[in-house]
């Protein structure tokens, strides 16, 4: 917890760009019937029933200190999938920095081993040095900001039946730019100071 923290603490270097990274799932549901659409007086209606029509995966990756958020919709999530995030990532985002500063959850797929899984062993070493990867602890993900932006997604875009692949990039890619556009740069106030006073539970107890 202390490391991510002293990581938001950081200034911001354009060498060394600060990211954030997360995923989520959305099972897209079918409409079996027509909306009724809103009305003067009357809210929109949709019924009950719904079609099953599979599972998806969204990558998230923001920068927070420059107000930039992009988001991939792919078929899974899998150490491939996360592998091509991370050279879409090094190579395409930010192809000229010195290193990344990743933050992102302990999953076991986001590690440098699965780009070694991906890539022949020369690509993977250079991918791995162009990262800073700093995990959040386990049962502590509220300290990575990209799950933040994925809680104001979730609430925002996805709080409702989507039925295809189609309509949820443009739903996200929307989101994305009114994201961008009014949501601003991200500013960190909870410190190592403040963890150390209010989660003092959780931390050893040492006799003087």
């Not at 270097?13 to 027509?34: F, G, H, N, S, Y």
């Not at 029509?53 to 420059?66: H, I, K, M």
Request: charged share 30%.
């Amino acid at each position: 917890m202390e490391d991510v923290l002293e990581v938001y603490q950081r200034p911001y270097d354009p060498r060394r760009p600060l990211v954030c990274m997360d995923e989520i799932a959305k099972q897209l549901l079918r409409e079996v019937r027509t909306p009724l659409p809103l009305a003067a007086g009357r809210p929109g209606r949709e019924d009950y029933e719904y079609e099953h029509a599979g599972v998806v995966n969204t990558f998230l990756f923001c920068e927070p200190l420059q107000a930039r958020r992009w988001l991939h919709v792919t078929a899974r999530r899998t150490k491939r999938d996360w592998a091509a995030q991370i050279k879409d990532l090094v190579d395409v985002r930010y192809p000229a920095v010195e290193r990344i500063v990743l933050v992102l959850d302990n999953l076991n797929t986001h590690t440098p081993a699965a780009l070694y899984e991906a890539f022949p062993p020369e690509e993977a070493k250079r991918l791995t040095d162009k990262l800073e990867i700093h995990h959040t602890p386990k049962h502590g993900s509220w300290l990575n900001i990209a799950e933040i932006e994925l809680s104001v997604l979730s609430r925002q875009c996805l709080d409702r039946r989507v039925p295809d692949v189609a309509t949820l990039q443009d739903e996200v890619a929307a989101w994305q730019r009114q994201r961008d556009t009014h949501g601003g740069r991200v500013v960190w106030h909870f410190t190592t100071a403040d963890a150390r006073v209010k989660l003092k539970r959780l931390y050893p107890s040492f006799q003087e």
